[in-house]
């Protein structure tokens, strides 16, 4: 099947929800779950992504899922949990729904989730509801220009790339996580909040201690002190709103009085880490294929395909989450209240059903049959997905457009075939060689 013809995995019709035996949602908690939070759902963990890496996790997690699938028809899979009501999402008819109504009945602000970000974001819209969800989403819209296929600061922002590039492109042959996550930080300071914050470590430090403690959501408690020092410098830069950054565009952007514009600032800091991991690894994999990176060097289109497909591979965001509001048809069943639906993103990014599944494959973005596939969401989907999609686009091939402009390069350790289900890009090593003039 060529790249112009390719479907998505077939996949079982919508159906009641099944519930898993005792010993079906033990390996779901053991092979799916636990690997999840114990890599971090908020901030990566090294030491347990490593862990994850060596177990292959994702690809174990993918053939569990894979035979319930099989076994339970598709259907949600209801777990037996004491005291609470989980479902495991197992078809990509479902997974449309669910992303399509969102917020009601299927919210985003679940119970994890709100516990986790109260530590670092209290009134971030993706842990809001009713009104003041309505209004928090429509504010990051109009700053994150969602609607907009090319933001109103994106010379602005490119720009600043390339000012950093210039500035920051570490020296030498070699390009690992710390030089590039270090150069990334800046230039998501810069954009989000001014030229200012460009060497304001301290913030992303900051930032960085409270998600730790998000990890653990009410198992641990919040650093209240902590998180208003870290508001309180947020609020100084977005209060001199420096022209060509998102503080700048904060100004002029119109709010309602439940909106609290800084402090939508956070999950947008948060957001551009997972980013600067999806561009680490665009670069490993084009180091790993020299044809392609060729063609990415000169082909912005082809190269946000790249960046789209290393979002696929490896999803930054582990499983999406959602919470039914009220009891919920389904398929001639009820669906309870209050109910945890867990989709994981990787399971359906890498379906065995899909011949790309474990490939990295650029091609199925440019011919538009990724973008058509509802089992494929890199950027989550529906009303509450990525505002700052576009954005994340923008900055990222435009960063790896300017490295690749003057330089090639290789991985240490190339990168398949076959890719890994799990890779942690804290290992990743690079060799870069200038570009003959």
Not at 71 to 76: L, V
Not at 129 to 150: A, C, I, K, S
Not at 284 to 308: M, W
Not at 322 to 339: I, K, M, Q, V, Y
Request: proline content about 7%; hydrophobic content about 40%; overall charge positive.
């Amino acid at each position: 099947m060529t790249a112009s013809t390719a479907t998505p995995a077939r996949t079982a019709p919508s159906a009641p929800p099944a519930t898993a035996s005792a010993l079906d949602t033990a390996k779901v908690a053991l092979a799916v779950v636990a690997p999840t939070l114990l890599q971090g759902v908020i901030r990566r963990r090294p030491r347990m992504v490593r862990f994850a890496r060596r177990l292959d996790a994702d690809k174990r997690a993918g053939r569990l899922l894979q035979r319930l699938r099989r076994q339970y028809g598709g259907s949600p899979l209801m777990l037996k949990v004491p005291g609470r009501s989980f479902a495991v999402v197992l078809s990509a008819t479902d997974v449309e729904r669910i992303l399509r109504e969102t917020p009601d009945p299927f919210t985003p602000a679940t119970t994890e989730k709100r516990a986790a970000m109260r530590h670092f974001q209290p009134h971030g819209v993706l842990i809001s509801t009713g009104e003041e969800r309505t209004h928090r989403r429509m504010y990051n819209e109009r700053v994150l220009d969602t609607q907009e296929t090319e933001h109103r600061q994106a010379d602005a922002i490119v720009a600043a790339i390339r000012d950093e590039v210039r500035r920051g492109d570490p020296a030498g042959d070699a390009l690992d996580w710390r030089r590039f996550s270090t150069m990334f930080a800046r230039i998501a300071r810069r954009v989000t909040l001014g030229e200012a914050a460009r060497d304001d470590e301290r913030l992303t430090r900051e930032l960085d201690r409270l998600r730790d403690a998000a990890n653990w959501a009410y198992l641990r408690p919040r650093q209240e002190g902590l998180r208003q020092r870290f508001q309180r410098r947020v609020d100084a830069y977005v209060a001199r709103a420096e022209p060509g950054s998102l503080a700048g565009m904060m100004a002029g952007t119109p709010s309602t009085t439940d909106v609290d514009p800084a402090g939508q600032v956070p999950h947008w800091l948060f957001a551009f880490d997972a980013a600067a991991a999806t561009a680490f690894r665009t670069l490993a994999l084009l180091g790993s294929d020299p044809s392609r990176a060729e063609t990415a060097a000169t082909d912005l289109r082809f190269l946000g395909a790249c960046v789209q497909d290393t979002l696929r591979l490896w999803p930054t965001t582990l499983a999406i989450l959602r919470e039914s509001t009220r009891e919920t048809d389904w398929d001639g069943a009820t669906l309870p209240a209050h109910t945890s639906l867990i989709v994981m993103s990787s399971f359906f990014h890498r379906d065995e059903g899909m011949h790309y599944a474990d490939r990295f494959a650029p091609e199925v973005w440019l011919s538009g049959a990724a973008r058509r596939s509802p089992q494929i969401f890199p950027f989550s989907a529906g009303p509450a997905g990525c505002a700052g999609r576009n954005l994340v686009l923008l900055v990222t091939t435009t960063l790896l457009a300017e490295l690749l402009r003057t330089h090639r390069y290789t991985a240490v350790q190339p990168l398949g075939p076959p890719l890994p289900g799990t890779l942690d890009h804290t290992r990743i090593q690079l060799r870069r060689y200038p570009i003959a003039a």
